[in-house]
């Protein structure tokens, strides 16, 4: 299968900071990832759609403006957790695919906000 | 109804047994599904997908569609403990690009 990567794999940061977490399609070009979260014994919840070039879709109830994502290039997306708390960390996993049909998830982001 | 269903288990097999994973979905998911597996503490690795009715096999997995009944099931014969996981049923979203929607999950444990 496709590979995917993600960066950090893990981030300690104390309340108010941001953190900023890589995605990358190593071995295709994705116009689309998808970023998810989730928590403990939860299943995955998709926050936001990725798209080269544009704005980023976000799902009902996740703020955009704390959540700010770019996907500046076909092999690079970004989520940038501004000014994080407690209740922001979570097992943040991105996701892509070379085709329409399949996706690829990352390794995932465990963040911790102390 | 949820857009996809399954029950959260856990459910246990023995070694060497055949584990039965179901899941089914709502008329907002289209007819590409997906299924999953997930470590605790890491992502999902993609096991199988399915997007017409029947069987898929692919070494100890069978993946079964049922569009007219809208249900999907996984099977793992010759069941190992490494297979202890938790199982995600995934589809696509009717309309919604290629959005995914994903059940709870199902714990599965083999046991020795």
């Known amino acids: 299968g496709a590979v995917v990567s993600q960066h950090p794999s893990w981030v300690i940061c104390k309340s108010g900071t941001s953190v900023k977490i890589e995605c990358r399609s190593l071995d295709f070009q994705a116009t689309t990832m998808f970023w998810y979260r989730q928590f403990p014994k939860q299943s995955l919840m998709l926050m936001a759609t990725s798209n080269e070039g544009s704005k980023a879709t976000y799902e009902q109830g996740v703020e955009k403006d704390k959540f700010l994502i770019n996907h500046a290039s076909l092999t690079l997306s970004t989520l940038t957790v501004t000014s994080a708390h407690p209740e922001d960390s979570s097992f943040y996993i991105c996701?892509?695919?070379?085709?329409?049909?399949?996706?690829?998830f990352g390794p995932g982001t465990r963040l911790t906000v102390l | 109804q949820k857009e996809v269903e399954q029950n959260s288990g856990p459910l246990s097999v023995p070694e060497g047994a055949i584990a039965s994973l179901n899941c089914t979905y709502s008329?907002?998911?289209?007819?590409?599904f997906f299924w999953y597996r997930q470590y605790s503490g890491k992502s999902p690795e993609l096991i199988m997908s399915i997007y017409s009715n029947g069987d898929k096999e692919d070494g100890r997995f069978t993946a079964q569609l049922n569009k007219a009944s809208q249900y999907v099931s996984l099977l793992i014969r010759d069941s190992q403990p490494s297979d202890s996981a938790t199982y995600l049923c995934a589809g696509l979203l009717t309309g919604g690009g290629n959005k995914l929607t994903f059940g709870t999950g199902t714990q599965l444990k083999v046991e020795l």
């Open positions: 008329d907002r998911v289209s007819q590409s």
């Open positions: 996701s892509a695919g070379p085709s329409y049909n399949e996706q690829f």
